[in-house]
């Protein structure tokens, strides 16, 4: 949990801000953390929790941005060094994903709700690829195939190597990997079974859905849906733009605000394995992933 901005312990925070150190001869031979702390005031364990956290960038003088997490590096003249602080980000205790299936050459894990798909530059611990790098102790690359909003909880495949996340990528672009959501939306849309055909950012975007549950006391509908197309918070938004926003969503609709968070889960996938050819079906509600010959 975050620390609320108007609690004691938040007072004490510095407020968030950004430090841009260009390396000089003169700064050669201090470390990454020492300089940092000079430069901005800050106590050496402070920046180095931050620098672990992946709020610390490096620009070598021939290009190259990555993120810097060695206290006691050594810098070379004409390195750029960054710094994004957000004291209050840094505090943050994120939820922890599960992995579901590990295939080598990816893996799928349930993403909890309230964790990023990847880092900001004001750090990386509260992302799932940070908690999927450290899960296999920094010995596989973590590339995202697709991401799902913070806000929203479910199913996520990683790559782990370029060759894996080329494959897996064209199978979402041909849209063959198929992606189910469950949703809980306000009111009881009609007709209960159809397809939400509204452009978003002048682009298509497809919607289908199947109403599986109404609740009249609460006047809420449980949704099974999946998407043609990708666009940006597209199920939030087609179900918004009907009158049917989903519950809990923090950006849109009128009225269906709650105190437990939106209430939108990727529950189900369904592709054949690039590398295998064997059909792999992982669904929350099985709690349990089937690989079939």
């Known amino acids: 949990m975050s620390i609320s901005d108007n609690s004691p312990e938040a007072a004490h925070l510095p407020a968030a801000f ?31 929790d931050a620098m672990c956290k992946g709020a610390v960038w490096l620009t070598g003088k021939r290009g190259g941005r990555k993120r810097l997490r060695k206290a006691t590096a050594q810098l070379v003249s004409g390195d750029i060094l960054e710094l994004s602080y957000d004291p209050r980000l840094l505090a943050v205790k994120p939820p922890v994903a599960q992995c579901l299936h590990d295939a080598h050459h990816y893996s799928v894990w349930l993403k909890p709700a309230g964790l990023l798909a990847q880092g900001t530059d004001y750090g990386d611990h509260c992302s799932l ?30 790559a782990h190597s370029k060759t894996a996340a080329a494959k897996l990528s064209q199978l979402m672009q041909d849209n063959v990997i198929e992606k189910q959501y469950r949703v809980t939306v306000l009111g009881h849309p009609s007709p209960e079974q159809g397809i939400i055909e509204l452009p978003l950012d002048r682009k298509p975007a497809i919607t289908c859905y199947t109403v599986t549950a109404y609740d009249s006391a609460s006047n809420t509908s449980v949704v099974e849906v999946t998407l043609k197309t990708g666009r940006l918070h597209q199920i939030r938004r087609h179900f918004a733009m009907l009158g049917h926003p989903v519950l809990g969503d923090p950006k849109y609709g009128v009225g269906n605000k709650n105190s437990t968070g939106m209430e ?30």
């Open 18 to 48: 950004t430090l841009r150190i260009i390396i000089t001869p003169e700064d050669v031979g201090t470390t990454a953390c020492d300089l940092i702390a000079a430069r901005a005031g800050l106590a050496k364990s402070r920046v180095k």
């Open 264 to 293: 939108l889960v990727a529950h189900r996938l369904a592709f054949r394995c690039p590398f295998t050819r064997k059909e792999v079906h992982i669904s929350l509600d099985e709690q349990e992933s089937k690989i079939i010959s």
């Open 129 to 158: 690829v940070r908690q999927v790098e450290v899960h296999f102790r920094l010995k596989r690359p973590v590339l995202p195939v697709h991401r799902l909003d913070r806000e929203v909880a479910g199913l996520m495949i990683l």
